[in-house]
C-alpha cells in the first residue's frame, strides 16, 4: 500500500508544488482546499499524472466539521496518514495598518491560519497515535509551513504575522508531545515565494530583491518548499524535531 500524504491547501501555489513532488515519491495526497474541484482541475492533473491518486475535499480549514469530515474520508479511503503538510493559509483581505485593524480581519487569519491548523493538528496527531499500535514500519512526520513573517514585522498585516508565529509555536508543542510516540514535526519558514498570493505584488518584491533584500538574489519557488518536504520525509532527519529550515534566499540572515 502506498503512503499517504495530507496536504492542506494544495489546489495551487506553494501545497500543489509539495503535493506534485510527494506524488514523483509514490505517496498518494489527500487536499483540503477551498475551491471548486473544477477551478482547479488543471493542477489537480498535474499531480495525477505524476503518479498519484488525489482524493480532493473541498473544504474550510477553519470549520470543525469540515476538519473532521476531511480526516474520516481520508481514513475510510486510505485507512492511513503518513505525513500531514500544513499548508493552508491566507492574508487579510484587506492590508491595512495594526492601529487600523478590524476583529473581521483577525478573526478570519487567525482562524483558519492558526486555529484550523492547530485542530487539524490535533486530529491527525490522533489518527497517527492509533496507528502507530497497528502498523510496522510506520514513520509518521508532520510539517508546518509557517513564513518568514513568524518573525519578521509587516505592520500592514499584523494578524498574519502573528498567525504564522503562532504555528511556529504549534511546532514546538507537538513536536514535544508527539515525540514520545516517534512523531516527529518540523517547520518549513517560506522567503519570498512566487505564487497566486505573492504575484499581485511582483512589482514591488522584484524591486526588493534586486535591492539586495535576501542574499540569494531571485525569488523563491513552489518547488523550493516541496524539495525541503522531500528531504523531512525521507527519514534523514529521524534524530530531529522541531526543527526549522528557512527556505527564503538568506533573508533572515541579519546583516549590515
Not at 510496522?136 to 518568514?148: G, R, T
Not at 535591492?211 to 525569488?219: Q, V
Not at 524539495?227 to 527519514?235: E, H, I, L, P
Request: charged share 25%; glycine share 8%; hydrophobic share 40%.
Amino acid at each position: 500500500m502506498k503512503k499517504i500524504a495530507i496536504i492542506t491547501g494544495a489546489a495551487r501555489g506553494i501545497g500543489n508544488g509539495i503535493a506534485y513532488q510527494l506524488a514523483t515519491e509514490e505517496y498518494d495526497i489527500a487536499i483540503l482546499d477551498v475551491f471548486a474541484q473544477e477551478d482547479v482541475n488543471e493542477n489537480i492533473d498535474r499531480v495525477k499524472k505524476a503518479g498519484a491518486e488525489v482524493l480532493y475535499f473541498k473544504g474550510d480549514l477553519s470549520k470543525s466539521d469540515d476538519r473532521i469530515e476531511f480526516v474520516k474520508t481520508v481514513m475510510e479511503q486510505y485507512g492511513r496518514i503518513d505525513v500531514l503538510v500544513n499548508n493552508a493559509g491566507v492574508g487579510p483581505k484587506v492590508r491595512m495598518d495594526i492601529l487600523d485593524t478590524t476583529e473581521e480581519s483577525f478573526d478570519f487569519v487567525m482562524n483558519i491560519n492558526l486555529k484550523g491548523t492547530f485542530f487539524l493538528t490535533q486530529a491527525v496527531a490522533n489518527e497517527m497515535i492509533k496507528l502507530k499500535d497497528t502498523m510496522e514500519n510506520y514513520k509518521p512526520k508532520i510539517i508546518n509551513i509557517s513564513s518568514m513573517s513568524a518573525y519578521t514585522s509587516s505592520i500592514s498585516r499584523g494578524e498574519y504575522c502573528i498567525s504564522k508565529a503562532g504555528v511556529s509555536m504549534v511546532t514546538k508543542l507537538f513536536a514535544d508531545k508527539l515525540a514520545a510516540y516517534e512523531i516527529n514535526v518540523y517547520e518549513i519558514r517560506p522567503g519570498i515565494i512566487y505564487t497566486p498570493m505573492t504575484e499581485v505584488v511582483r512589482a514591488k518584491y522584484d524591486k526588493l530583491i534586486a535591492e539586495g533584500i535576501c542574499p540569494i538574489k531571485r525569488w523563491g519557488y513552489p518547488e523550493d518548499i516541496a524539495n525541503v518536504v522531500s528531504a523531512f520525509v525521507s527519514d534523514k532527519f529521524a534524530y530531529s524535531t522541531g526543527e526549522v529550515i528557512n527556505v527564503d534566499g538568506g533573508l533572515h540572515i541579519q546583516r549590515l
